[in-house]
């Protein structure tokens, strides 16, 4: 047995599925994981899988060409996850290569996303579902602060790698803003500038004490906010755990009427 050790990532996956498929190794005796095992199987040849830009390339492009964008935005999200494998649950790496896989022999990529009975596209869909509900959860709860300089930024701790879905979508929505919005989880930021499109650049050394230097207005309206926030409040119908199944603790900290009480 084979086993491709590959980064947790869009790029390295592919390249998994890539190296997999023309090693001539025998699909039945290779297994994909998106992550170092803990435990080592006895038997089993483990190899180190190198991201290839060049290689995830061909891979998206053939199943753009021969399966459609459906399949590859199923494939594309559940690679986004940051679920990592728990128990008997089959790794995300090798459910994305089992999955196209399956495509490939039947043929028909919608098909395939429509067998569910079929374990790797059942985790590929579950993978996906999760990576969906993350960024839908993101986009009602993300708030954008106008600092010094007109910069709209953003501060985001999410699960999974959802910062190009936001970045789409507010490029979209804010074609002639500039913003910034840094995913502090993985440390990655998109950067758009006014009428152009957005970067996906490593954010490690950002420095937040710096960039945090809000305009007079963003400071203004916000005192208005939370004056009003407090002011419409009842504090004997104050429900902690209402807002927790409303708006979920963990995004508390990057909302200004609720991160007070963490």
């Not at 986004?80 to 008997?88: A, D, H, R």
């Not at 043929?107 to 996906?128: A, I, M, T």
Request: charge should be negative; charged fraction near 25%; glycine fraction near 6%.
């Amino acid at each position: 047995m084979y086993i491709f050790i590959c980064e947790d990532s869009l790029e390295g996956i592919l390249t998994g599925v890539y190296d997999a498929c023309s090693g001539g190794l025998g699909h039945r005796n290779i297994h994909l994981v998106s992550s170092e095992p803990e435990n080592y199987e006895l038997f089993c040849e483990y190899i180190t899988v190198s991201p290839s830009g060049e290689k995830a390339e061909k891979v998206i492009n053939t199943i753009l060409s021969r399966f459609g964008r459906p399949f590859y935005e199923s494939i594309y999200q559940a690679a986004m996850s940051g679920e990592k494998q728990e128990g008997k649950k089959m790794d995300k790496a090798d459910a994305i290569y089992e999955t196209i896989l399956l495509a490939l022999a039947w043929g028909d990529g919608q098909k395939v996303l429509l067998s569910l009975g079929e374990p790797c596209v059942y985790r590929v869909f579950e993978l996906c579902r999760r990576t969906n509900r993350e960024a839908c959860h993101h986009l009602q709860f993300l708030r954008f602060s106008e600092l010094e300089n007109g910069v709209l930024f953003a501060i985001i701790h999410p699960k999974d790698h959802i910062l190009p879905f936001l970045a789409e979508h507010f490029s979209d929505r804010l074609p002639q803003e500039n913003f910034l919005i840094y995913d502090e989880t993985h440390q990655l930021a998109a950067v758009h500038k006014a009428l152009k499109g957005y970067l996906l650049v490593g954010a490690g050394e950002l420095d937040l004490v710096k960039i945090k230097q809000y305009s007079r207005d963003e400071l203004e309206y916000r005192k208005l906010w939370l004056a009003f926030f407090d002011h419409i409040a009842i504090d004997s119908r104050r429900n902690p755990s209402l807002q927790m199944q409303m708006i979920p603790k963990r995004y508390w900290a990057d909302t200004p009427e609720l991160s007070r009480y963490l």
